[in-house]
C-alpha cells in the first residue's frame, strides 16, 4: 500500500450512485475538493477531467437484477485554498473528497487513506507525470485495492489498479533497456487502463437504491492533511 502516516478502513466505495431506469443508464458522481499550496483551479479541472476520461474510456456496463445499463462517472474538480478542517471532518455527503496537493509528500508518493475512502494526498509531481495516477487513487476511493499479483509480463494493457512497482514487459518499462525489477525496469504508469473487469470489482450491482434511484456508495475517512514539509516529514 502506498506511504500513509495514518490508515483508516472504511466501508467500500465513495461516491453517490442514480440509477436512471429510463435512460439505461448508472451515474456515478463524485465530487473533489483541492486545497494545499500546489492545488490551482487548472489543476483542479484536469485531476477532474483524467478520472472521468479514465473511468469513462472502457464504456463500462452492468447488469443488475435482469436489466443492463451503461456505467457514466460524472466527476467534478474544485480548487479550495481555504478549506477548513471542520468542512472535511463533519462532511456528510457521500460524493465529497478532499485532497491535498503538494510538491513534497512523505513517502515521495500520492495516497488515499483506506480503501474505499475520500480522502489524501497527491504529490504533484505524480499528478504531472502521467494523467493515471488521480484515475487510479481514484479507484481506491472506491473500494479497489492494488491486485495480488505484480508480475504481469505477457499482458497486453496492465489495469488501471496496477502499482509502481509492477513488473511489465520492456516496452511498458519506464526504461525499456532496464533489467525487470531493475531500476528502471517497472511500470511505466502512463500504459495503465481502466477496463471492464476494474468496473466488475466494484460490485455495483449490490448496491441498494432508494424509491428515487440513488444509493450511497461511501464511507468517510475525513481526514485533513497537514502539509507534510511543515509538519515534520521531512
Not at 466501508?11 to 473533489?32: D, Q, T, Y
Not at 483524467?50 to 474544485?78: A, M, Y
Not at 487513506?113 to 476511493?141: M, P, R, V
Request: hydrophobic share 35%; aromatic share 12%; charged share 20%.
Amino acid at each position: 500500500m502506498p506511504f500513509s502516516f495514518t490508515f483508516i478502513l472504511s466501508p467500500p466505495k465513495m461516491g453517490e450512485a442514480e440509477l436512471i431506469k429510463n435512460r439505461g443508464e448508472l451515474v456515478i458522481r463524485s465530487v473533489f475538493y483541492f486545497y494545499g499550496d500546489a492545488s490551482s483551479e487548472n489543476l483542479a479541472k484536469q485531476i477532474a477531467d483524467d478520472i472521468q476520461s479514465h473511468w469513462n474510456e472502457p464504456r463500462g456496463s452492468v447488469r443488475i437484477k435482469n436489466d443492463l445499463f451503461r456505467i457514466s462517472f460524472e466527476i467534478t474538480g474544485f480548487h479550495t485554498p481555504d478549506l477548513s478542517p471542520e468542512t472535511v471532518w463533519y462532511n456528510d455527503d457521500p460524493k465529497n473528497n478532499y485532497f491535498r496537493i503538494e510538491e513534497f509528500a512523505a513517502g515521495n508518493i500520492s495516497f488515499v487513506d483506506g480503501i474505499g475512502c475520500n480522502t489524501g494526498y497527491f504529490k504533484l509531481d505524480n499528478l504531472l507525470q502521467t494523467s493515471t495516477t488521480a484515475a487510479h487513487e481514484y479507484g481506491h476511493t472506491i473500494g479497489l485495492k492494488h491486485p495480488d499479483i505484480i508480475d504481469i509480463r505477457g499482458t497486453k494493457v496492465p489495469g488501471i489498479m496496477y502499482p509502481r512497482g509492477t513488473i511489465v514487459d520492456a516496452h511498458m518499462q519506464y526504461d525499456p533497456t532496464a533489467a525487470p525489477g531493475a531500476y528502471g525496469g517497472f511500470l511505466d504508469p502512463k500504459f495503465r487502463k481502466v477496463s471492464q473487469s476494474d468496473i466488475d470489482l466494484i460490485n455495483l450491482h449490490k448496491l441498494s437504491f432508494d424509491a428515487n434511484g440513488f444509493a450511497m456508495v461511501g464511507g468517510f475517512s475525513s481526514l485533513y492533511h497537514a502539509n507534510h514539509s511543515t509538519a515534520g516529514f521531512q
